[in-house]
């Protein structure tokens, strides 16, 4: 027996495989599955399990489907896997076995493919969740069916995640940009008799700035005071959620979630359907109204969060809403710092100057995975060939770490201050329904500079301009791409405002 977290991949199928006929009517009879898939769970559980479920290969009467995570790959083995393939020999009675797999470019190790081989076929005649047979060549990390001690822990904690033991309140490093988002962490983790404060407590930052760090330590802190805890991912609530519902148990696991001291949910942004994000709401408002504490995380504020239900929005952000701001150069030297002293502790030999340290904090601005990053950079060159670190050399080894680093996120609502800041009008103008030339103008060069920075809809756009409609935001980007095209000093204007933004 397998793990269900395993990873499978699938090649294209051999030339023997399909014929452009046959390729046909094997997406038209996976498009009549998919149609049963979605008439019998619903709209609501079909879009967050099966919405990209899709297709690969039908090969020797087994249909090979992908799905782009690992998640995805487990929950739908785990719950759906009879029904999928039950629906799939409604419509082709030859498939008589679903394998379900990860897209994914690994790269295909012939061992590995000759263990998968045997391992097909050896669980063919008792599993209808087969290992992808010799013919579609696959990867796949062989682990022993047994849970380690960790996954039992978790298992037993409510289904959440497991507590990093290195995101601590001691290892967490305090700077100017994110001093008001510890304070409030550690006033949440430290209340006397676990009394909830600023509930619910929102932390809201980019990629690597230290928001998952936080939430970690509260759990690490108000656990050790011998209070329950649990720590949720969107994924893993969704997950639970979907798997109560599935097993006629969703009673029970309410009641289990709601009896807890502290719930913590990172994430949040990825919670979706209208029936989970009910439940989430209901659990909200539940837990607060039993004064139990709850510590929330997302990569936006509350009001960015479009895909949510506004009554949840609103929930979420009635507590305390700290951003974790970008780290800034003291700080990233400060992290770089402590960091080298951990390596040293195991590599002795390991030196590097204030000088090159301040380079790297110069240099790395995008958060502390990236410095992170650097470090074992730096030591892989000094172990490997036995040199000094210079600020030469420690050029070369973060140099594609500077080049690679990711772009500012732009806020629509950072566009509208600066647009109506650039052409002295208030942002209340840009959104109210003025049709003045010195109001139209700047409304239509924010709408437009919030399409090509953001990646927010047309209509989404609209909505965040009043409540505009999409033709609107369509209508003022076409005219001032064609405006762009005739006017120098609009298209320089418009550019200053772009390099502005994503500084």
């Not at 399990?49 to 782009?68: M, Q």
């Not at 504490?293 to 504020?301: E, F, K, L, T, Y």
């Not at 390991?350 to 650097?374: C, H, K, M, Q, W």
């Amino acid at each position: 027996m397998y793990r269900s977290e395993d990873l499978r991949t699938f090649a294209a199928p051999s030339e023997s495989g399909f014929e452009a006929s046959g390729e046909q009517s094997a997406a038209d009879t996976w498009t009549r599955v998919k149609r049963r898939l979605r008439a019998e769970l619903g709209e609501d559980i079909f879009a967050s399990w099966f919405g990209r479920l899709e297709l690969d290969a039908v090969v020797d009467g087994c249909a090979y489907l992908t799905v782009p995570t690992r998640f995805l790959k487990s929950w739908i083995e785990s719950h759906y896997t009879d029904r999928v393939l039950t629906l799939y020999r409604t419509e082709a009675n030859e498939v008589e076995r679903v394998v379900i797999g990860v897209r994914s470019t690994t790269s295909r190790d012939g061992m590995a493919q000759r263990r998968l081989a045997e391992a097909a076929r050896a669980n063919h005649s008792s599993s209808t969740v087969a290992m992808a047979p010799a013919s579609v060549p696959a990867v796949m990390e062989i682990k022993s069916a047994a849970p380690s001690h960790s996954e039992e822990r978790t298992e037993g904690d409510l289904g959440g995640a497991p507590l990093d033991p290195r995101l601590t309140f001691e290892s967490f490093i305090v700077g100017r940009s994110n001093a008001l988002a510890h304070a409030a962490a550690d006033r949440v983790a430290h209340a006397q008799n676990g009394q909830a404060i600023y509930n619910p407590l929102y932390l809201h930052a980019g990629v690597g700035l230290g928001k998952t760090h936080l939430l970690h330590a509260i759990g690490h802190e108000v656990r050790a005071q011998g209070r329950r805890v649990i720590y949720l991912t969107a994924d893993r609530f969704m997950y639970g959620f979907v798997a109560s519902l599935k097993a006629q148990t969703s009673l029970a696991f309410k009641e289990r979630l709601r009896g807890i001291d502290l719930l913590i949910l990172d994430d949040v942004q990825f919670i979706q359907g209208k029936q989970i994000q009910q439940e989430f709401g209901h659990t909200l408002n539940a837990l607060i109204d039993a004064g139990r504490q709850i510590v929330v995380a997302s990569d936006r504020p509350p009001a960015d969060l479009e895909s949510l239900d506004e009554r949840v929005r609103s929930r979420l952000a009635g507590g305390l809403v700290v951003e974790v701001g970008a780290l800034d150069e003291a700080l990233r030297a400060s992290i770089l710092t402590t960091r080298i002293e951990a390596v040293k502790a195991i590599h002795p030999t390991f030196e590097v100057s204030p000088n090159v340290i301040s380079y790297v904090a110069r240099a790395i601005t995008a958060n502390g995975r990236d410095l992170e990053g650097a470090v074992n950079r730096l030591l892989a060159h000094a172990t490997l060939t036995g040199s000094a670190i210079t600020l030469e050399t420690a050029e070369a080894a973060i140099r594609d770490l500077v080049r690679n680093r990711e772009p500012k996120r732009v806020k629509i609502e950072d566009i509208q201050k600066l647009v109506a800041s650039r052409y002295n009008v208030s942002r209340s103008d840009i959104l109210s329904e003025r049709r003045t030339a010195a109001v139209v103008r700047p409304r239509q060069i924010a709408m437009y500079l919030s399409k090509v920075l953001t990646l927010r809809s047309l209509p989404e756009i609209g909505r965040r301009f009043g409540g505009r409609d999409h033709t609107t935001v369509l209508h003022a980007v076409r005219k001032i791409e064609k405006a762009l095209g005739e006017d120098n000093a609009l298209s320089d204007e418009v550019e200053l405002l772009k390099r502005m933004l994503q500084e």
